[in-house]
């Protein structure tokens, strides 16, 4: 059984930078895409990043896109979502996801391709 564990999530003002982690058990992420989506209250779950495992190639939300870098520790069996210059509209619910099976790129934005979900980490940024 996979199971995803977020972390890193906190309160804190707008400009400022948090890491988040997701630590992975049960299996190995490598030969996975691995997502970071968030939601805000009333809204749908959001696409942010994701990181091709066997490739290393990374993706972005047009949105986040100079402000965000996914990344991995293999070893750790982990991923990580660093975000800078933080603004008040970043605050959500972030999760991480992973998959194993993925068809085109397009689809790595699209949450129903992955198959394991983390329970979230909070986000607040203050103005």
């Known amino acids: 059984q996979v199971q995803l564990v977020e972390s890193g999530g906190g309160l804190v003002q707008a400009g400022d930078s948090l890491r988040l982690s997701c630590v992975a058990s049960g299996r190995t992420l490598s030969g996975s895409i691995t997502g970071w989506f968030r939601q805000a209250p009333g809204k749908e779950r959001e696409f942010v990043a994701a990181?091709?495992?066997?490739?290393?190639?990374?993706y972005y939300a047009d949105s986040m896109k100079g402000r965000i870098t996914i990344s991995r520790d293999v070893a750790a069996n982990t991923v990580y979502l660093q975000m800078n210059r933080l603004r008040p509209e970043d605050t959500s619910v972030y999760y991480c996801a992973a998959a194993w099976s993925y068809g085109s790129r397009s689809q790595m934005k699209e949450a129903p391709t992955y198959d394991y979900w983390g329970r979230g980490t909070q986000v607040t940024v203050s103005s």
């Open positions: 990181l091709r495992w066997v490739a290393g190639s990374t």
